[in-house]
T-cell receptor
Framework: GAVVSQHPSRVICKSGTSVKIECRSL??????MFWYRQFPKQSLMLMAT?????????EQGVEKDKFLINHASLTLSTLTVTSAHPEDSSFYIC???????????FGSGTQLSVL | GIQVEQSPPDLILQEGANSTLRCNFS?????LQWFHQNPWGQLINLFY???GTKQNGRLSATTVATERYSLLYISSSQTTDSGVYFC???????????FGKGTTLSVSS
């Protein structure tokens, strides 16, 4: 089956630093990937749609300068949380749809803790 | 945008019991998936089911697209079934999955 690899699984950083999270489709190409955020005991909220070779599309209320998305290849999308603050602490999950397919596959998530 | 409502929000069962989880959505969909989120946060794909009925072991799902709902059946529940079950859909105008708030299932022995 399709595998999406997400790294790191957990990161702890100081306030003001930037953190990069990688999302890779291991055995398929994905022109489109998605980034979600999940607070404790809540649902997954779509942050942005990442498109290979073009700018990401951000959902309303998500700061594009805060959450930088780069989708430089058909198998890799990165999310950089810039100048992280404690309120950015959350569980971030990426998803990818194989080109030509309908089903979405998810990475294992990244728990970000900002001190 | 499309609204996804799941019920019940919480469900407590004894091992061996059966259960039905419901997902209602407010508009036509191109995609509907059921997930189980384990305690480590991993989303486990259960079903891709925009319409029709599928079965996988003790789990089965039915989506009635014309009436805008889907059901997830868990039979002979086990403690390992505990966790949060999410329904997520893609509407006809979108590309991303939009999630419901989930059903938290607790199965005790």
């Amino acid at each position: 089956g399709a595998v999406v690899s997400q790294h790191p699984s957990r990161v702890i950083c100081k306030s003001g630093t930037s953190v990069k999270i990688e999302c890779r489709s291991l055995d398929f190409q994905a022109t489109t990937m998605f980034w979600y955020r999940q607070f404790p005991k809540q649902s997954l909220m779509l942050m942005a749609t990442s498109n290979e070779g073009s700018k990401a599309t951000y959902e309303q209320g998500v700061e594009k300068d805060k959450f930088l998305i780069n989708h430089a290849s058909l198998t890799l999308s990165t999310l950089t949380v810039t100048s992280a603050h404690p309120e950015d602490s959350s569980f971030y999950i990426c998803s990818a749809r194989p080109d030509g397919g309908e089903k979405l596959f998810f990475g294992s998530g990244t728990q970000l803790s900002v001190l | 945008g499309i609204q996804v409502e799941q019920s019940p929000p919480d469900l407590i069962l004894q091992e061996g019991a059966n259960s039905t989880l419901r997902c209602n959505f407010s508009d036509s969909v191109n995609n509907l998936q059921w997930f189980h989120q384990n305690p480590w946060g991993q989303l486990i794909n259960l079903f891709y089911i925009p319409s029709g009925t599928k079965q996988n072991g003790r789990l089965s799902a039915t989506t009635v697209a014309t009436e805008r709902y889907s059901l997830l059946y868990i039979s002979s529940s086990q403690t390992t079934d505990s966790g949060v079950y999410f329904c997520a859909v893609v509407d006809q105008a979108g590309t991303a999955l939009i999630f419901g708030k989930g059903t938290t299932l607790s199965v005790s022995s």
